[in-house]
């Protein structure tokens, strides 16, 4: 229980990082790119092939996230749930991953048409640095710590 806690939080920190940006993100998706951009070493041909399908990949994750959000941000953790609705919650929370998955599967076939076995490799490894810096980076300007 306390995982899926865990990732809900990571889920609204992602959210609010985004929103905290006034242009809808697009500094923090700038930064994505640079960032992955550095990693990869992808050729010019590569690029011009990559950057329309990630970017769409990109969206596509965030409107499956808007789409579950609401049900992580109305969660208060302390609050007793009847066993049904602690039951839809977990449901919804499985259903959630699954969506992710399958999302992830699909593109994942997309990209290997254009990056080598390498690069995939770099792109969710890179992902998951930036992410972590992102949060770390929230953590560094939250005033409350």
Known sequence: MKR??????????????????????????????????????????????FWPIY?????ERTQLRNKYKNQFLNFNHGEKLSMAEAHRKVDENIE?????????KRY???FETILNPQQLA?????????????IEKMRENDPKQ
């Open 96 to 104: 959630y991953k699954e969506q992710d998955l399958q999302l992830t």
């Open 55 to 59: 970017n769409k990949y990109l969206l």
């Open 4 to 49: 899926i806690f865990f990732i809900m939080v990571l889920l609204f920190w992602s959210q609010l990082a985004l929103q905290a940006q006034g242009d809808g993100g697009g500094r923090v998706r700038n930064l994505r790119k640079e960032f992955v951009r550095s990693k990869l070493s992808m050729s010019p041909q590569q690029e011009e092939k």
């Open 122 to 134: 770099d792109l969710y490894q890179s992902d998951r640095e930036f992410k972590k810096m992102l």
């Open 108 to 110: 994942k076939e997309v």
